[in-house]
Every structure is written in structure tokens, then in C-alpha cells.
């Protein structure tokens, strides 16, 4: 994966943005805001930053978003799969757009991320990064996009914050990120498995009872 330019920058430019956004809901002038927008905000389209941009609206509840998303991320592993690293946002799902409150959450969101990212992140483990890592890092990705679209209570937290530091990982080229990316998702594969496995075992108790 290629290292974003100037990753120190991030923090920086979403506080600008979210005020600015901000000052123009003061005056009755908030748009909605969308996922092309906030590619954009990055100064670039690449795999790692479309990846957070979508992990982070997947968590969004808004009808349908973490489907969307999913089938983007999907697309993205694939294309990873391929060795393709420039990766350009399809347009429907650029056109998906956040009102003023998840728009100002996700804006606050992104700020804090980046500002924790560019506090604790720094390049090392290079490892993990090599080029043919691209293999695992896409299966992963169809691991973790599996997991949000599964009818989970909170089910695309995990799975989504997995995704993000995998993006934050090769931003930033720190391979810590990408060992804490899945320490993450190997919880959130924990956590369905349980929750499934109560399904059933409650479904399998109704069942006797019934019979």
C-alpha cells in the first residue's frame, strides 16, 4: 500500500471543515454532506481512505448505509486482490449523503481519528506491510464486510473499527495499527459466533418445548 501525503495533516483539516460546516448550519446554510465530499476533504481517493470514509458511514444508522457500504468495501477488496491501489468511488455511492447531525458526528468523528492517529502512529513493522500482504488484507476486508451485514445488535461496530485501523495502518505504515485491526475484528468474529450460537441454542429450546 502507498503512504497517504502528508498524513499529519488530517487532524487539521477535518477541524477546519467541521467549523466551517458548523458556522454555516448557524446561518441556515448546512448541506448535506456527502461521501464524495468527504473523500475529498483527504486531497486524494485511494484504497485506505475510501476504506475509513465507508467503515465510518457503515456504523451510521441510517437505512440501508451499512449494506451500501458493504458492497463498496467489497468491490475494494476485489480490486486490492487485483494489485489496483488507486481505487476511484463509484458514483451512487458518492452521491449517499449524511443530514446536518450525522454529518457534524461524522465530521468530530474523523477529527478525533486522526488526531489519536497522528499522536500514537508512527511508521514501523514494515512487514506487515509488504506488498503481498495484499492477499490477506483483502480477505480480510471480505471477513469483516461479511460481519456487518449480518443482523447483529451493534454488529457493525466492531468489524467496522477493524477496517478503519487497517486503513490508519497503511496511512500511516504502522504495522501496530494493523495487529490491533485484528485483534479488533477477531472479537467481532468472537462476538457473532456467540451471538449465533444463542440464537440457535434458544431456537433449539422453543423447538422442544413446542414438540
Known amino acids: 500500500m502507498q503512504p497517504s501525503p502528508e498524513p499529519s495533516t488530517l487532524a487539521a483539516t477535518f477541524r477546519a471543515a467541521l467549523q466551517h460546516y458548523r458556522s454555516r448550519c448557524a446561518h441556515g446554510d448546512g448541506p448535506r454532506l456527502s461521501l464524495a465530499e468527504l473523500v475529498r476533504l483527504h486531497g486524494h481517493s485511494s484504497a485506505h481512505v475510501l476504506l475509513i470514509v465507508m467503515a465510518a458511514l457503515s456504523m451510521v444508522p441510517m437505512a440501508g448505509a451499512g449494506n451500501v457500504m458493504g458492497f463498496g468495501m467489497l468491490a475494494m477488496a476485489w480490486a486490492l486482490w487485483r494489485g489496483h491501489d488507486d481505487i476511484h468511488l463509484p458514483r451512487r455511492i458518492g452521491e449517499m449523503a449524511l443530514g446536518r447531525r450525522w454529518a457534524d458526528r461524522v465530521l468530530d468523528a474523523l477529527v478525533w481519528l486522526y488526531g489519536m492517529a497522528e499522536r500514537w502512529l508512527r511508521p514501523r ?82 423447538y422442544r418445548w413446542l414438540a
Open 125 to 206: 513493522w514494515h512487514y506487515l506491510l509488504h506488498r503481498a500482504t495484499r492477499y490477506w488484507w483483502s480477505a480480510w476486508i471480505v471477513a469483516m464486510t461479511g460481519i456487518i451485514f449480518l443482523p447483529l445488535p451493534l454488529g457493525n461496530v466492531l468489524p467496522s473499527l477493524s477496517l478503519m485501523l487497517l486503513a490508519l495502518g497503511w496511512m500511516f505504515r504502522d504495522g501496530v495499527a494493523l495487529v490491533a485491526a485484528m485483534l479488533t475484528g477477531a472479537t467481532a468474529m468472537a462476538y457473532t459466533a456467540l451471538f449465533w450460537g444463542v440464537v440457535v441454542q434458544a431456537m433449539g429450546s422453543v
